[in-house]
């Protein structure tokens, strides 16, 4: 249970991590 609570926080952090970038990129 905690494994897949874990690997979803994850992905979320890489999803968010990607969006910031990609609004960065925007902004420069």
């Keep these: ?3 897949i609570i874990l690997e ?3 992905e979320a ?5 990607d969006r910031v970038f ?4 925007k902004i420069l």
């Excluded at 990609?22 to 990129?25: E, F, Y």
């Design 8 to 10: 979803m926080l994850e």
């Design 13 to 17: 952090h890489y999803l968010l991590q």
């Design 22 to 25: 990609h609004h960065m990129g």
């Design 1 to 3: 249970m905690l494994l």
